[in-house]
């Protein structure tokens, strides 16, 4: 199971950390990826961070968006600096127990994960 936590409303070149609680049999032996959803649009993949600690970022957000993991809290932290309008939307951390490892490429819609949790809303106004 997965949920998220953090979300909120900020303005332009803020910073703002959002949380994802991984629970399970094995939660830190699992990839866990941020994909974020805006409203008439595709949920899109931002960052995803393997079992062992490996990040991976999109383009949009390298050097802006921060992932990390506390393995003795089994959470997953998403830091976002600088942030702007474009990154609105709701973001959602997900994870699959047959995934250790984040893909390559980590800005699909996240097909590939069975296990989502419910959401927090992230607005970014100008």
């Known amino acids: 199971q997965l949920k998220e936590s953090g979300g909120g409303m900020v303005q332009s070149g803020d910073s703002l950390t959002i949380s994802c609680k991984v629970s399970g049999r094995t939660p830190d032996h699992v990839a866990v990826a941020w994909l974020r959803q805006v409203p008439g649009k595709e949920r899109k993949g931002v960052s995803c961070i393997s079992s062992d600690g490996e990040t991976r970022y999109v383009d949009s957000v390298k050097g802006r968006f921060t992932v990390s993991r506390d393995y003795a809290e089994n959470m997953v932290f998403l830091q976002m600096n600088n942030l702007n309008p474009e990154d609105t939307g709701v973001y959602y951390c997900?994870?699959?127990?047959?995934?250790?490892?984040?893909?390559?490429?980590?800005?699909?819609?996240?097909?590939?994960?069975?296990?989502w949790g419910q959401g927090t809303q992230v607005t970014v106004s100008s």
């Open positions: 997900a994870a699959d127990e047959t995934y250790s490892h984040c893909p390559t490429y980590v800005g699909g819609s996240g097909y590939e994960y069975d296990f």
